[in-house]
Each structure stands twice: as C-alpha cells, then as structure tokens.
C-alpha cells in the first residue's frame, strides 16, 4: 500500500493527504474544484510550516513533503492507486455513485475506504462489486492532530482488508479502534446526542451557551463545551448525523433539536459560515 488516493480538498480531505505524506506515501489528491485543491495544498503548506516553528520538522522537509502530494481533477488518476480514501461531501447521494465509479475505475486489489462519521459501510460497499474490499477509515479532526481512527467493517469486509488497514493507520501514527457497522459507529452515536441535549437545554433556558459549555469543560472535563464544540465541527453536519441516528435506529432519542434546525435552515452554521451559537464574524 505506497500509492494513496485522498477524495475532497476540504478540511478533512487535506488532513488526511498530509498524513500521508509526511509519512512517506504518494498521495493523488482529487477534487472536483480547482479552487479548493488550490486550498488544500496551501492548508497543508501552511500546517507544515507551523511544525517547524514548533521544531517538528525542519524547513527542508517542507519542500520535500509537499512534492508527495499529487492534485488533480480528476477521478482518473485514482486508477493506479493500492488504497483510495474518500473525504466528499456526507451525503449517500453523493457517497454511493462515486464508489460505484471507483469500482469500476480502480484496479481490482485496490482497498476503498470511506472517511464516512455516520453512513453504513455496508450500504456504501453494496454500492460496488468488491465489497470485501471496502472499509470504513473515519479520521477525527484536526487529523493531523487527533490520533484516533475508528475502523469500520461492512457485513462483507474481508478479514485481509481489515488488518491491512489496521496497519496502515498505525504506519499513520495513528491509534486504529475496531468497530462494528452500526448508525453513528461509536464516536457519534455517544458525542452527538450529547450536543443535542446541550442545544435543548440552550432553547429551554435551562443556562446560557457559556454556561452550557462552561459546566461540561469544568465539570467534565471537557477540552471543548459542546455548543463551541457544535459550532466546529458544523451544525449541518451535527444534524445530519442526528437524522441518521434518529431513522436508523428508530428512537425519539435521537430526534434533532428544533432550535439545530432552525439554525442550519438560518445558514448558521458554526465557524464556517461566520455564526453558529457563537459569533465568528471578528
């Protein structure tokens, strides 16, 4: 596994390229958009230049990571690929016809892996005709950063793509943490009704946003309140995750916050927009 395809440019997308190379591997970075490929390759510039500031890497090795990383617009270019991890947008809509694609563009052993948080493996690996071969990869923002990586078999991931992929993210640095296919896997299906209930306690009056977040930093020990933490990771993101968790599993529990609706309807939608529950505009 030396020749690495990364799917998106976004913040997720980029992350998981820079990974990757400053491990060593080339990385064929494809997006649709020449803008944000453009984005990306200066995300990860930028990132790496912040480590030689902290003494990481030397300024020499900016350079010579950076010529690891191999943009392009198209999804051609993944053909020669050993393993392809997608970062687009979460949405099967979007998720499903672009594995299909993949399957029929990529050479046969290549591994698929969806950098997915919340859509089923299963129903993305029954989307080709190498369903042994795909898997899920969900990184955890910012990747370069966050060491964790849950690793998500399908109902028909082989037992040879799961353990090569376990080695691949700890050649990653990574800590990889087996999981099965089920709504939210384990991350957000725990993190994300936390949030929720922090929102429903926002639109109750039972505390301000800063007390809301306050008390969970404080009290839990928490290096983020839930509401900032919302507003981070997306509000649109955060309710999309919620309606999944809320069909699939079919329990009121789960049901979405009207106040997290309102907002994403309002385009508020966290950091990347400017507002969310709090203001970034300054």
């Known amino acids: 596994?030396?020749?690495?395809?990364?799917?998106?440019?976004?913040?997720?997308?980029?992350?998981?390229?820079?990974?990757?190379?400053?491990?060593?591997?080339?990385?064929?970075?494809?997006?649709?958009?020449?803008?944000?490929?453009?984005?990306?390759?200066?995300?990860?510039?930028?990132?790496?230049?912040?480590?030689?500031?902290?003494?990481?890497?030397?300024?020499?090795?900016?350079?010579?990571?950076?010529?690891?990383?191999?943009?392009?617009?198209?999804?051609?270019?993944?053909?020669?690929?050993?393993?392809?991890?997608?970062?687009?947008?979460?949405?099967p809509k979007i998720k499903l016809p672009l594995f299909a694609g993949l399957d029929s563009l990529c050479k046969q052993e290549c591994v698929l892996a969806s950098n997915t948080s919340s859509i089923s493996i299963t129903s993305i690996a029954g989307a080709t005709k190498r369903q042994d071969r795909v898997i899920g990869m969900h990184f955890?923002?910012?990747?370069?950063?966050?060491?964790?990586?849950?690793?998500?078999?399908?109902?028909?991931?082989?037992?040879a793509t799961f353990h090569s992929t376990m080695?691949?993210?700890?050649?990653?640095?990574?800590?990889p943490v087996t999981v099965n296919d089920y709504p939210g896997f384990v991350s957000n299906r725990v993190l994300m009704p936390m949030i929720n209930e922090a929102i429903y306690c926002l639109m109750?009056?039972?505390?301000?946003?800063?007390?809301?977040?306050?008390?969970?930093?404080?009290?839990?020990?928490?290096?983020?309140?839930?509401?900032?933490?919302?507003?981070?990771?997306?509000?649109?993101?955060?309710?999309?995750?919620?309606?999944?968790?809320?069909?699939?599993l079919g329990d009121d529990k789960y049901r979405p916050c009207p106040l997290l609706r309102k907002m994403v309807a309002a385009g508020h939608l966290g950091k990347k927009s400017g507002r969310g529950f709090y203001d970034y505009g300054k």
Not at 34 to 43: E, K, M, R, T, W
Not at 154 to 159: H, I, K, N
Not at 205 to 229: W, Y
């Open 204 to 248: 109750e009056g039972v505390a301000e946003r800063e007390a809301i977040d306050t008390v969970m930093k404080l009290g839990m020990n928490h290096p983020m309140g839930p509401l900032a933490l919302a507003d981070f990771i997306g509000l649109d993101v955060c309710l999309h995750i919620m309606e999944v968790l809320h069909t699939q």
């Open 1 to 91: 596994m030396q020749r690495i395809g990364v799917i998106g440019g976004g913040t997720m997308g980029n992350g998981i390229a820079q990974v990757f190379i400053q491990n060593g591997y080339d990385v064929t970075l494809v997006d649709i958009r020449q803008d944000i490929l453009d984005g990306a390759i200066g995300a990860i510039k930028a990132n790496l230049e912040r480590q030689v500031k902290k003494g990481i890497i030397s300024a020499d090795d900016v350079q010579v990571v950076l010529m690891r990383v191999h943009p392009s617009l198209k999804l051609e270019a993944l053909s020669t690929c050993d393993v392809v991890v997608e970062a687009a947008t979460e949405d």
């Open 140 to 159: 955890f923002n910012p990747v370069p950063v966050m060491s964790l990586v849950e690793v998500i078999r399908g109902l028909a991931t082989s037992d």
């Open 167 to 175: 080695e691949l993210a700890k050649k990653l640095g990574k800590t």
